[in-house]
């Protein structure tokens, strides 16, 4: 559905995602694929201390993560409605840990917190796996597409 609506905001840091627009048709492709139409999803990128905050105050976790979701969508509906609060320094972080261009960790996440509300699991090693499968898979994508070899 075209009416979708992903925005991006900033809380506590100055973060910017290049190719947002690029971004946007990006994911409306990934939820289409994923069998669902993106309703409004809210990208927030946020400071390691907003987040660790966030996660005290919402789910009782102290620790740094980076990324906590929010999902409001109808489980009967086929639009997905969500907010993601993204720690873009813990983000930069694991980029390094994991040897990651920065940017491609981000996008990563970025991908990873859709198709969470798109009903793809990772709690168990199988969905675990399977969701970094996807993730590959739409990285790839995003890739062909940011080259413009559609």
Not at 14 to 40: C, H, I, M, N, S
Not at 71 to 90: L, M, N, Q, W
Request: hydrophobic share 35%; glycine share 6%.
């Amino acid at each position: 559905s075209l009416n979708m609506a992903i925005r991006y905001y900033n809380d506590d840091c100055t973060f910017r995602l290049p190719q947002k627009r690029l971004t946007a048709a990006w994911l409306r492709a990934v939820a289409e694929a994923e069998g669902y139409t993106p309703g409004d999803v809210s990208y927030i990128f946020c400071s390691a201390q907003r987040l660790l905050e966030m996660n005290r105050q919402w789910l009782g976790h102290d620790y740094f993560t980076d990324v906590i979701t929010f999902d409001y969508s109808d489980r009967k509906a086929p639009d997905r409605v969500g907010r993601y609060f993204i720690d873009v320094e813990t983000v930069a972080d694991n980029a390094r840990e994991y040897g990651a261009a920065k940017l491609t960790e981000m996008r990563r996440v970025v991908v990873h917190g859709l198709l969470h509300l798109c009903g793809q699991k990772d709690k168990t090693p199988r969905a675990n796996a399977q969701m970094h499968r996807k993730e590959d898979h739409y990285l790839r994508q995003w890739d062909e597409l940011s080259k413009g070899l559609k």
